[in-house]
């Protein structure tokens, strides 16, 4: 008997723009698409988990709006985050620029190792993803995250999910790193902003990647040195997330408007632009999985 063709979805991170990831899934579930691998980066290691202990959208959907309500979501103080600086900037980095001109984050920096504190961050994580293992997970997941010690990605494939979220979910200097087996694990989007290639190694023979940062911002001057120094690094991450999209069948890109990666006020557009993105696409990716099932048998491989 030949094998099933597997459908995987590599979710990228975004912080609040990720939330088009459960839009994505709904709209697989609606048209009977079943997601057979899962990876994912950040918000996308979140949603991903979430939906591979218990695949079900419309839960996940709750349980993330049940959560931006909840004490956890106020304590990490991300409104605070989306503050607007002068220089109108956009994305993680300008934030760092505004704080340190307030000279906010620079004493920060030096007496904690991120904003939102540890305690603040597990309760967080807690609130979203229950306690499972990879062995255990209805749909078999990999979760990207950044090594420190060796620069090198580190992929989370087995044992305890909790670690491998919250790793993977560490923006730097915003949220605590993880150690985690004589490593320093940070945000998987420092290396691997959409994880195309570990969902083919889980067994993926098709894989569609959910892109929710395609825009790359305005910059229309640099106020200071920080602020060339922080868009140099934003245009490093943007490029090599293009390259790894190419590795991708096919690529969704939800087109949300929210402008800010800690704005969650807009949560129920960032789930119906994902689900918008994904109905488009539905058509080519059956196409895709008929194509490869008569390639597999006729014994043509890939």
């Known amino acids: 008997m030949r094998k099933k063709v597997k459908l995987g979805l590599a979710l990228g991170g975004g912080g609040a723009r990720g939330l088009s990831h459960i839009g994505v899934l709904a709209a697989f579930e609606d048209a009977g698409l079943p997601v057979d691998v899962i990876s994912g980066t950040s918000m ?168 929710v940062n395609r825009e790359l911002g305005s910059f229309d001057q640099a106020a200071n040195a920080l602020d060339i120094v922080f868009r140099s690094d934003l245009i490093t991450r943007f490029t090599l997330a293009n390259e790894r999209l190419k590795t991708a069948d096919l690529v969704l890109e939800p087109e949300n408007s929210i402008s800010h990666w800690a704005d969650f006020s807009q949560a129920e557009e960032a789930i119906r632009a994902g689900r918008d993105a994904a109905e488009e696409k539905i058509t080519e990716i059956r196409k895709l999985l008929r194509r490869k099932k008569r390639r597999r048998f006729f014994g043509m491989g890939s």
């Open 44 to 211: 996308g290691a979140i949603i991903g988990a979430m939906y591979a202990v218990e695949p079900d959208a419309k839960k996940v959907r709750e349980r993330f709006l049940a959560y931006l309500e909840s004490e956890p979501f106020k304590d990490a103080g991300f409104d605070f985050m989306r503050e607007k600086d002068d220089a109108g900037g956009e994305g993680i980095f300008y934030r760092f620029s505004h704080f340190a001109r307030r000279g906010l984050f620079y004493t920060m920096s030096l007496a904690r190792r991120s904003f939102v504190l540890d305690d603040t961050a597990a309760a967080n994580f807690a609130f979203l993803v229950p306690e499972a293992r990879f062995e255990d997970l209805k749909i078999p997941l990999v979760v990207s995250a950044l090594d420190l010690i060796s620069g090198t990605e580190y992929l989370f494939k087995s044992g305890d999910i909790s670690p491998a979220v919250a790793a993977s979910c560490s923006i730097p200097g915003i949220l605590p790193p993880v150690e985690f087996e004589e490593k320093i694990l940070v945000d998987g989007g420092w290396v691997n902003a959409i994880p195309i290639v570990p969902a083919r190694e889980l067994g993926a023979d098709i894989v569609i990647g959910v892109d």
